[in-house]
């Protein structure tokens, strides 16, 4: 992993992310920090969920452009975070929900150097 990079996906959320793709098209995520379904990376169509001024693009993983409430970076804007996929129902309004797993978001902090 490079520790530059802001975001990264493991190699199962990369193919939960090609899976999507064929059946959806092009995607985005989204974390908002909100309470509920906010918490965690919510998949959409690309173009369904409208960025604002307090959304912070922090990278793409599988071609998929990833953006984090300001307030939420404020907390995490000194860590890596690696969204990762387990069993389980995530947020309602993400489209990994009908596949029984959900997206989840594990996080390191960056090296000092």
Request: charged share 25%.
């Amino acid at each position: 992993m490079n520790a530059a990079e802001k975001v990264l996906a493991t190699d199962a959320a990369l193919k939960l992310i090609e899976r999507l793709q064929a059946k959806y098209g092009k995607l985005m995520f989204h974390q908002s920090g909100g309470c509920c379904d906010g918490s965690s990376p919510m998949c959409y169509p690309q173009g369904e969920f409208l960025i604002g001024d307090q959304d912070v693009l922090l990278g793409e993983i599988g071609e998929c452009p990833f953006y984090m409430g300001k307030a939420q970076y404020e907390y995490w804007k000194h860590t890596q975070l690696i969204i990762d996929v387990v069993e389980g129902r995530g947020g309602m309004f993400s489209l990994e929900g009908p596949e029984g797993v959900r997206f989840l978001t594990r996080s390191r902090l960056f090296p000092d150097s």
